[in-house]
């Protein structure tokens, strides 16, 4: 591999500089994202088409001196897979023609179909191949929890109203989903590494909805489990892992210690406030405002400056935004921030 | 005064039980109120009624043995009294007229005019008075920072983009908006405090948004200077303050030290671990999720206790929703939790 710095850097092992890779880097904040989108007609052909998922996800990279490519996917792919009816309306968040809400539904829930998800894994092995060793691929899917989530609400919500009453009147029933999707999730990345994905990172965008007890309960032992049924190996290399909770900066210690080589940090917290609480378990992958890219090149250099001093050196950290980049981003930003990375990347980060 | 719990427990003295007040308690998931709201017209107006505001706010306790009263208002009364123009689309949230963005608009913002804003200060003179001393009377405002966002945005957002551009590209204008903002805050609470507010609380709603670095710069040296500029006493009693960032469980230390007597949590803490980290600085208010109301009373009941067991007895402890209360919740289940919490306050509160 030409550039192996965010393997090594999520394993803690030295790199040449610090890496950086951008949560949403193939989307709508460029245009030849746009054009491709277009052409496919919407964004579920789009992520459904091995073809043209990966040529998205190489465009930001054609732009970009990155040092990952990600999948280009949903993280519903497997409520998707399950039978629920995944669609997007134009403007809208996704939503699913079924929920699963009765004892019934959740009884008669099956594991995700890995024959319906083939269109991933060949998007996996086609954008591995177009890639060429030039940067890492990242295999992703949506934590447990979070896509409980929308397998009981039917879509996105602001108070999460149906799946947290489940979660106190039932929490047995929100436990047989998340038992399901665990082991569809691990069955799902599994495949996604045997198909060439070099890292995995698991997405719990909703956990940090939750209360501290619920957290652990119904989310952070969910993602142990996964954790626990990943291979390790592929190609006789550590296949890295990341677990990110938005909004889990209060639980840093317990995240540690899932089964994660790398978290992920949102904004919230300050970068070497988290790695003095997490010591040398885990390294760190962050932390950076997605706002500051509306501001002047001046300003995003200088806030990519004041989170790497903070991390403060050595090996373990990834850079990146704390949520997915905006769609009303313009493009030069990311470039600036891009190359503000690398230009004060610490030498430090070889130690 | 026939039940001073409230007060008491917010300046860490001995209470007869854990007080409880809950917050929008006068609000949508209450039929009275819905009557009363469709009599005024619209929210505003009901706001702007210190007679009508009177009524909603003695509703709830007439309903439930709450240990507060709470002023019934919105957290947009100082712009609007700034001459920004606010308005409520129905089922919309709120909307500004005029917005502060360029430097012009931002020199030419006046402080709030407290003329403008005395159908608040009616309305807690009213209310005080009807309440005859059966409970202490809370007084509130929107922080300096969770004001700027509105003010800049225009309303709400989700993402924030204009103020937090503003914040990086141009945070001197902020600054600007920031320290008129505080100095209208003081005025305002000081005001409601002269007309009889018994305690204070600062909402900032929206500071759990921003970075930690951006969070002490933007949100809270603002509340801190809010607090400095507040009455200490009236009446020859003590006017205790609440601070409350939702989302703001990280800094709770630097939180803990902006002059406030009180901080209210979110439910993603501990209450145990949050009482840990702040020692005795400071009381605490909170922390159950509005979402448990959703779920029977058996289980609202298990979650008082796991909460009040939590924090572990001794004085210090107002029992409260981490959030407002919402309008789906029946209002049967908010019996069962004033009276859970009453039940199960330790008798350890005396100690």
Redesign the interface.
Same mark, same amino acid.
């Given at each position: 591999m030409k550039n192996d710095n965010f393997l090594r850097a999520l394993l803690r092992e030295p790199a040449d500089r610090t890496p950086i890779w951008i949560m949403r880097q193939a989307g709508r904040y460029l245009p030849e994202y746009n054009a491709t989108r277009k052409r496919a007609g919407s964004f579920l052909a789009l992520a459904k088409s091995p073809e043209l998922a990966c040529e998205v996800t190489l465009q930001p990279l054609e732009r970009f001196d990155l040092d990952a490519a990600i999948l280009f996917s949903d993280i519903l792919t497997i409520p998707d897979a399950m039978g629920l009816g995944l669609s997007f309306a134009e403007g809208e968040g996704p939503r699913f023609a079924r929920t699963v809400r009765t004892e019934e539904e959740v009884r008669r829930l099956p594991l995700a179909s890995l024959e319906e998800l083939r269109y991933v894994f060949d998007a996996v092995s086609l954008i591995r191949k177009s890639l060429a060793g030039r940067v890492p691929l990242i295999g992703f899917s949506g934590s447990p929890f979070t896509l409980a989530c929308y397998m009981v609400e039917g879509g996105g919500s602001d %108070?999460?109203?149906l799946v947290? +009453?489940m979660?106190? *009147?039932r929490p047995d029933l929100l436990h047989a989903i998340l038992e399901k999707n665990a082991q569809s999730v691990v069955a799902y990345l599994n495949a996604q590494v045997a198909a060439g994905a070099q890292a995995v990172m698991l997405f719990d965008t909703w956990g &940090?909805a939750?209360? %501290? *007890? *619920?957290?652990r309960e119904f989310s952070l032992a969910y993602a142990r489990q996964v954790f626990a049924g990943l291979a390790r190996t592929a190609e006789g290399r550590t296949v890295p892992r990341i677990f990110f909770t938005k &909004?889990g &900066?209060?639980w840093l210690e317990a995240m540690a210690d899932c089964g994660a080589d790398a978290l992920g940090l949102d904004?919230?917290? %300050?970068i070497g $406030?988290a790695r003095r609480r997490v010591g040398d378990r885990v390294a760190l992958q962050g932390?950076? %405002? /997605?706002?500051?890219l509306? +501001? /002047?090149p001046e +300003?995003i250099e200088r $806030?990519a400056r004041?989170i790497l001093g903070s991390f403060g050196g050595g090996p373990g950290h990834v850079f990146n935004l &704390?949520h997915g980049v905006?769609q009303?981003t313009p493009p030069d930003h990311v470039h600036a921030l891009v190359e503000a990375v690398h230009r004060h990347s610490p030498g430090a980060a070889r130690a």
């Open positions: %108070d999460f109203r947290k +009453s979660l106190y *009147a &940090g939750l209360s %501290d *007890a *619920a957290y &909004g &900066g209060l904004w919230t917290i %300050d $406030e932390n950076m %405002d /997605p706002a500051v509306f +501001s /002047p +300003s $806030e004041r &704390g905006s009303f």
